[in-house]
Every structure is written in structure tokens, then in C-alpha cells.
């Protein structure tokens, strides 16, 4: 049974079972301030467990794309190392919410299992929770009672609350577990060892494949549990691990999951998987990695040095430096194996085969670029190599952390380049200041929230801010949230004409009035899908009606640059092509910026034509067509684009200002008609990162406000120019006699710098043979100082020269020697120069004929050339 089957017929069981298929959720995470990305099954359905919202059916079923290298669950350093973890991976899994309970999941797992899959009875342990007296938790004696019902109790395991009672977090729903593990070792080995005594001991060959989860409390924030008002089954079952089973393999990575990229790369790399552990785990490494940074892309998270972002690049950069290191990969490669797996994927996770260009081009940058980063720091290690002599041929901790936080290099890199050198790493010194980054991280996001406070249970907050400006509201819910420099206060309302930040649009604020206080709102936020409204203090009547009234000036200036966006996405797609797609978004009251493919630079004649193309449909007054709840096939028919790595419900509200012209998807606030955006203006293009785009533009007032500085401007240069008329030309004359001049001004410099030159020739010390130069000097520029050195070094044999100067205020020095003094002498300019800048307060290096150093004190260039002198009579 390939892989594909496997997926297929869990998902047609569970539909023969009265279950919803519903398709994966993005794994990026945008509306969850607790996640960064979806680490498990239960994860998108996080709001019908928490009574958040209903769930739109009591039966579901999926499989779910999800990420495990950050937090909690952290899976990253084992990843290649054994058999059976990962970063990417497919989770499978089946819910009810407020349905069927225990009996029926645990008697259909085992259906499944033994029948559809045929699974042989005599491999499979299960356990359940053994209870925990602090937590006052009994046995879960019903789950033993089903299970022995179908399975030996020999095979019936006992399991602590580390191992058999799930929680989502520190606080939320939670409850006991039971587990399903596979022993999959050959009859010899079952022979000699009891299975049993391996469940949960992290053999590779007896696995967990699956987890029912019964969510019947809710984890406090003061620790205590609370009955859930309805119970909830949660199940997981990991998919590789799965096909490990069925496939009778005895590795995740034999089974067709994984086995043609692992071809695929060996082929590549000229190697034969199977024959050597260390680049058999650099090709198990890469086979696994390239699934989580493509299928992250592709869900629209680039590779930055922030957040999600950071993390993408670290898997990368982890993949990369494997295949550098162990496979010789020297130029980018992993962009290559995204074909291989668009097309393994075709047919269940359709969005990465149908972005591939855009997704390969984005890989082949960041590889290009961390290359460069190994390059550079190879160069480094190189030149501290004589330091690390000096330290006992070793490599400190502090150096070791700089190559990891700066350079992207690994411990065990910086390790394996240290042993091809003869050198050890102070590892420990590498964990200090590991330890010391960590906590800075920690102490920067530590914060502290409080259990909600429930005024009215069984609410769910509305959202009616497309047509109102105002409502009376009562708070429905709230909680406190302290972090380090700061206490802020989360009220959510029954109703509300808030808009919560999402989909690029930032949150409303406004105030909270009753007939006794106003209540600030700082900010609006969504958490799931409640709306967050954010305060700095609490109302002191919680229980009174109030009046929630939003900042109505600022929410319509973000509605012009909101609709101004949708109308900027079309021109672009019109102009520059289809292939345009958003891939980031900021509307806020001050300016919108979007993101989006394009592999080119926009020509400013472009620009123009897109400005204009925008301003020609403000000035059309085209009204908004809204539809909402539309089915969502629906409003695929009619055009509506659909943005890659957004999460979309059965229904959806549909936005466009004319059918041709702009058709999408969208949640946020609106103009009721085009004209009301007033002016558009381009006021930047860049580029963001590889094959990605952005435009920053502003509309209505800003735009006016800010053609009006450009006039302003273009006035004040007429006016000092003396010129009305050809204001470019009168520029081009300024400019073409600045250049004369500086002509001029360079050839006076190097007539000045042949002057000193001879006279510095002429002072030189002499001291054993050596001819000595230590001088501080008045040059312009750093390249006249490095073009002083060389010249030096051609009129004056024997030559020690260190020259100090200050240029643009800042103490710079340099240090040449001839090449007989470095070969004969053995002097080094670089170590000289380090010596040297110590009176500066700074540091420097180089090579050891010519090195240079730069510092703080410019007051201490005046005791360099003494303290020059000194150093050389030590050297002779």
C-alpha cells in the first residue's frame, strides 16, 4: 500500500463515519499570538474546543500540515539523527466536538488499524492514564475497560500524566490520552524482549503512531482543572510513522514518503544512500527539511531574520550546511528537490506545486546567500586563526557563539572545522553565552496572563463594524495580561464595530463610554477568532452597558488605503502580469504597503502606468460590491482570488469595485466607493526578498498633503537655483561643476600625499637594519591612508611603517611591512596593529604585511608612534 492509499483510506474511513473532510489549514499561524505555526492536529480547530465559536460540524476529519522546531515542542536537533522525527509532517486525525466520546474512538482507531490497514493485533500496545494523586485525577478506568474489550491485558499499559495526560498549553482544554504503539522489530528481536518494557523509551522500532485524546477539563492559569462543559475526542496519528508500519519498514525515511527525495539528493550528491552514516543523516536531514521550508513558503512565510521568518531560515540554513559540509554541495541545490516534492504532493497540498517557480526562486536566494554567509566565515575563522594558537589552540566560547549568531554556523560545525585545524572549541564557554542570549530572549518576552473572567457565558462576539460605527455593548468576557514593562487588559464585547487586526488591516481604537467612565481602546486584536480589545485599565462597572465607539476619522483613512490596495493588486496583475500574487500586506491610517511575486524591478515608466491605472478608477467613483457568506466555491466562480496561506471558512465575503477590476477575498473595511480614496500616490518600490516585491503608496489626504511637499520643494531648489523654467538642466551644470572641482581637489590630495610621502622617507629611523616610520599624519580619506602605506612600501626597503590619523573624527591606524620582515623577522602587521589600537580603545587586523584598526579615542593617536617604536625594539 503506497502512501497516497494509506492517506486516502483513513480519510474514507472517517467519512463512512459521519465525518466532515475538511482540508489542511495553512501552516503558518496568523490570528494565534501563541503559535507561530500549526504544531499539532487539534491546533485549528483550537476555537471549538476553548467555546470560542461553534463547530461548523460535530464530526471532522483531516490531514494536517504541521512544523515542530520551536517552544514546547521541539524536534529539530533529532531530525535525520533517528527514524521517526521530524520538522514537517502530516498529522491524521479525526474529532468530536460535544458528539461521540471514548467507545467510539477507541473502538474505531482499533477498526481501522487492524482491519482496513491490517496491522497484526500481536505488535500493537496501547495505554491509558495510570491517574495522578496531586492533580486529584482517577485511573481512566472506562478507556482500560473498552481496550479490554478488544485487546489482551497484557497489552493494556499503565501511563503516567508525562506520558498519557495532553494538554495544550500551560492553560486550556486538556484531559487523559491514550495511546497506540507498533512494534515493529523482528520476531527474533520481539523474542528476547518484551515489547512492553519499550513503549515510550524512544526505540526506533516501538513507535506511537496514534493518540486519542478525551478533553473533558480546562487547565487554570493558577494550575487547578475545571469540568468542561461538553467533552471533546482529539486524535492524532503521525503519518510517517504510520507508513513506516504498514510498509513494513523499519525507518520513516525507507517508506515512498520520503524515499524519492532521498534518490533524488543522493544522485545529486553522487553517493549511495545506505553506505555511510554521516552523509546518510545529511541526506535524511535534507529529504526532511526541504518539505518544511517549502511547504512554509509556499503558505506565505518568507525567510527573515524575525519570528516564523528566523525559523524557516534556520531549517534552510541547517539543510545547506549539511550538504556543504557532508555532501560537498558548494553551489545552491535545494531548490532543485521542490519539483520533486510539488509533484509527490500534487495531489493532496495542490498550493506548492502551483507556486513552485516562485517557491524555488525564494530557496535558490537564500541559498545563494548563506553560501556567502559560510564563505565569510570561514574567512574569519582564518583570521583569528593565529589568536586561537595563542590560546592554546583553542576556540573560545565567546567566538564560537559569534560564529552561530552572526555567521549561522552550528556548534558542531565550528567543531568539525576546529578538529581539520587542530584546534578544540570551548564549548562550555559556547553554552554561557548561549544561556546569557536565551534569557535576554525570555526576559524581553516573558508575559503573564490571568484566566478569563466569564461575565456571560455561552456569548460569541459579533463583529459589526461594516455597518456601524458604534453599538451598545456589554463585556461579555475579560482577562489581565502583564508583561515586563507593562499590565494591559483583553474585554471582549457581545458585539462590537471593533475591526481586530488581520489580514494585513492594523486593529480599530476608540473608547468604551458608560454612564459613569470612558474607557480608552488602545488597540482591537484577534486571539482565534475572539475579538481583543485592548486597554491599559479595567472599567470599574464591568456589568454596565457601554457605548463602543471607534476612532471614526482614523478607521476611514485605513478604509481608502485598504480599498486603494485591492485596487493597486489588480493594476499590478493588469500590467505587470498573472503572476503576481500578495504575499504580505500593512494598511493602516498613515500609509498601505504590499508585497507581492515579481522577479524584476518595476521600471519607473511602470510605476507610472500602475499609479495611473489606480487613479483612473478612483476617478470612475466605481461603488463596492459586497457579498457575504457566499459559499466559498462560489466565490472561486466568480473570480475571487484567493490569497495563498490564508485560512478560509465554508463561507466567505467577497469585495470587488467593478467585476473586471478587482475580485477578492476580504474581511477588512471598505470605501463605499472608489472616489471617496480621493488621490493615490506611489511613494516607494524595493525589493523584500527573493522574487518579492513591495510598493509603499498613500491616498486621500496624505497624498494630497504630500504632492504638495514635493511642489514646495521643487519651488525652494527654483529659488535658490534662481530659475523657473529648466530646473533638471540648471542641476546638470551644478553637477558638472562639482566634479571639475573635485578633480581638481583630488589631484592637489595627491600632490600633498607625494610630498609626505618623500618626507616621511626621508625621517625614517633606523634600528638594526630596520628602517622605522611612526608618524601621525593628515590625510582625507582611509583610501588615502592605505594609498600613503603601499606607496611607502615602494620607495623604502626594510620597511616597519605604522601611520596614525584621524579622519571624519573617528582615530584609524596602519601597519605595513616589507614582505622580508614578515618572511625573515617574522613580524605581523596584524598582530601590531592590535597592540597598537589598544591606545585608540579599538581593534582591528589583517594580513601580516598590512593591517589596519579603527576606535573610539582619538585623543590616543598622539602616543601611537611612541608606543610604535617600543613595540619594534621588543620584535628585534
Not at 496501547?126 to 478488544?150: H, R, T, Y
Not at 545529486?268 to 526532511?288: L, P
Not at 466569564?454 to 462576539?461: C, K, W
Not at 495563498?644 to 473586471?660: A, H, L, N, P, T
Request: negative net charge; aromatic residues 8%.
Amino acid at each position: 500500500m503506497n502512501s497516497a492509499e494509506i492517506r486516502q483510506k483513513f480519510l474514507d474511513f472517517f467519512a463512512s463515519k459521519q465525518h466532515q473532510i475538511v482540508p489542511s489549514a495553512p501552516i503558518v499561524v496568523k490570528d494565534d499570538p501563541t503559535l507561530m505555526f500549526i504544531n499539532s492536529g487539534m491546533a485549528p480547530f483550537k476555537d471549538y474546543f476553548l467555546g470560542n465559536k461553534p463547530a461548523p460540524n460535530k464530526r471532522i476529519a483531516d490531514t494536517q500540515k504541521c512544523l515542530r522546531v520551536s517552544g514546547k515542542h521541539n524536534d529539530l536537533e533529532e531530525v535525520g539523527y533517528d527514524t521517526y522525527h521530524h520538522t514537517m509532517f502530516e498529522m491524521l486525525g479525526n474529532w468530536s466536538f460535544g458528539d461521540y466520546f471514548k467507545k467510539e474512538a477507541l473502538e474505531w482507531s482499533w477498526e481501522l488499524l487492524t482491519e482496513v490497514y491490517g496491522l497484526p493485533k500481536d505488535r500493537l500496545y496501547v495505554s491509558v492514564f495510570q491517574g495522578d494523586e496531586s492533580e486529584n485525577l482517577p485511573m481512566d478506568q472506562d478507556a482500560f475497560n473498552i481496550w479490554k474489550s478488544m485487546i489482551a491485558e497484557d497489552r493494556i499499559l499503565m501511563g503516567s500524566k508525562k506520558d498519557n495526560f495532553w494538554e495544550m498549553g500551560d492553560t486550556g482544554p486538556c484531559g487523559p490520552c491514550s495511546e497506540i504503539h507498533v512494534d515493529l522489530r523482528t520476531d527474533e528481536e520481539r523474542a528476547q524482549v518484551d515489547g512492553k518494557s519499550l513503549v515510550n523509551n524512544d526505540h526506533p522500532q516501538v513507535v506511537e503512531i496514534w493518540n486519542n485524546v478525551f478533553m473533558e477539563f480546562n487547565r487554570l492559569a493558577d494550575g487547578s482543572l475545571v469540568k468542561l462543559p461538553a467533552q471533546h475526542v482529539d486524535t492524532g496519528m503521525g503519518f510517517e510513522r504510520l507508513c513506516m508500519a504498514i510498509q513494513g519498514k523499519r525507518s520513516n525515511y525507507d517508506t515512498d514518503v520520503f524515499q524519492p527525495l532521498i534518490q533524488y539528493v543522493a544522485k545529486e550528491a553522487g553517493v549511495t544512500y545506505g553506505e555511510n552514516e554521516k552523509t546518510d543523516i545529511a541526506i535524511r536531514v535534507i529529504s526532511d527539511h526541504i518539505r518544511a521550508i517549502a511547504f512554509t513558503i509556499a503558505d506565505g512565510q518568507l525567510p527573515s531574520n524575525n519570528k516564523a521568518g528566523y525559523v524557516i531560515r534556520r531549517i534552510l540554513r541547517r539543510a545547506v550546511r549539511y550538504g556543504f559540509t557532508f555532501l560537498d554541495f558548494k553551489k545552491p541545490f535545494l531548490y532543485k528537490l521542490a519539483a520533486v516534492l510539488a509533484d509527490q504532493m500534487a495531489h493532496v497540498f495542490p498550493e506548492l506545486k502551483q507556486q513552485l517557480g516562485f517557491v524555488q526562486r525564494v530557496i535558490e536566494e537564500e541559498e545563494n546567500a548563506f553560501l556567502r554567509t559560510l564563505e565569510n566565515g570561514l574567512k574569519r575563522l582564518d583570521a583569528l586563526e593565529e589568536s586561537f594558537k595563542q590560546n592554546n589552540n583553542t576556540i573560545d566560547g565567546k567566538t564560537a557563539f559569534e560564529l552561530y549568531d552572526t555567521f549561522g554556523f552550528p556548534l558542531d560545525l565550528t567543531a568539525l572545522i576546529a578538529r581539520e585545524k587542530g584546534f578544540t572549541v570551548d564549548e562550555a564557554g559556547f553554552g554561557v553565552e548561549m544561556e546569557q542570549q536565551k534569557n535576554r530572549s525570555r526576559n524581553a518576552s516573558a508575559t503573564e496572563q490571568t484566566d478569563w473572567v466569564i461575565l456571560q457565558p455561552d456569548v460569541v462576539n459579533e463583529f459589526i463594524g461594516y455597518d456601524c460605527d458604534t453599538s451598545a455593548s456589554h463585556i461579555v468576557r475579560y482577562r489581565q495580561v502583564k508583561t515586563k514593562n507593562k499590565s494591559e487588559y483583553h474585554l471582549v464585547l457581545d458585539k462590537t464595530p471593533f475591526y481586530a487586526e488581520s489580514g494585513g488591516q492594523v486593529g480599530d481604537t476608540g473608547y468604551l463610554i458608560s454612564d459613569s467612565e470612558q474607557i480608552e481602546v488602545l488597540d482591537t486584536k484577534k486571539e482565534n477568532d475572539l475579538i481583543l480589545h485592548i486597554t491599559a485599565k479595567l472599567p470599574q462597572h464591568v456589568e454596565a452597558g457601554f457605548r463602543a465607539e471607534i476612532n471614526a476619522e482614523r478607521r476611514n483613512m485605513i478604509r481608502r488605503n485598504h480599498s486603494a490596495t485591492h485596487l493597486l493588486h489588480a493594476a499590478l496583475r493588469s500590467a505587470l502580469g498573472e503572476h503576481v500574487q500578495q504575499r504580505g500586506s500593512l494598511v493602516n491610517e498613515k500609509l498601505l504597503r504590499f508585497d507581492f511575486s515579481h522577479f524584476a524591478k518595476i521600471e519607473e515608466a511602470e510605476l507610472r502606468q500602475i499609479e495611473h491605472m489606480v487613479n483612473k478608477r478612483v476617478r470612475e467613483s466605481i461603488p463596492l460590491e459586497e457579498s457575504r457568506n457566499v459559499p466559498i466555491e462560489e466565490a472561486k466562480k466568480l473570480g475571487a482570488m484567493a490569497l495563498f496561506g490564508e485560512k478560509y471558512g465554508d463561507f466567505v465575503r467577497v469585495i470587488s469595485f467593478g467585476q473586471d477590476h478587482s475580485v477578492e477575498l476580504c474581511g477588512g473595511t471598505h470605501v463605499l466607493n472608489t472616489g471617496n480614496i480621493g488621490y493615490f500616490k506611489i511613494v516607494s518600490e524595493s525589493s523584500v526578498a527573493a522574487g518579492v516585491r513591495r510598493i509603499e503608496a498613500i491616498s486621500g489626504d496624505a497624498a494630497e498633503d504630500y504632492m504638495q511637499q514635493q511642489v514646495n520643494e521643487l519651488n525652494a531648489v527654483r529659488e535658490v537655483l534662481n530659475t523657473q523654467s529648466n530646473v533638471s538642466g540648471a542641476v546638470e551644470k551644478l553637477q558638472d561643476d562639482y566634479k571639475a572641482l573635485q578633480k581638481q581637489l583630488e589631484q592637489f590630495e595627491l600632490k600633498q600625499l607625494g610630498t609626505l610621502k618623500d618626507t616621511l622617507a626621508q625621517n625614517a629611523q633606523q634600528l638594526n637594519g630596520i628602517n622605522l616610520v611612526a608618524e601621525k599624519v593628515d590625510v582625507s580619506s582611509s583610501d588615502y591612508l592605505k594609498k600613503l602605506a603601499f606607496d611607502m612600501r615602494q620607495v623604502v626597503d626594510n620597511l616597519v611603517l605604522v601611520l596614525a590619523a584621524e579622519i571624519d573624527g573617528k582615530p584609524q591606524i596602519a601597519v605595513m611591512l616589507s614582505d622580508n620582515l614578515v618572511s625573515e623577522k617574522n613580524m605581523n602587521a596584524s598582530q601590531m596593529v592590535r597592540e597598537l589600537a589598544k591606545e585608540i580603545q579599538g581593534g582591528g587586523g589583517g594580513q601580516p604585511f598590512y593591517a589596519t584598526a579603527g576606535g573610539k579615542n582619538s585623543a590616543g593617536l598622539a602616543a601611537v608612534p611612541g608606543k610604535a617604536v617600543e613595540l619594534v625594539k621588543s620584535l628585534l
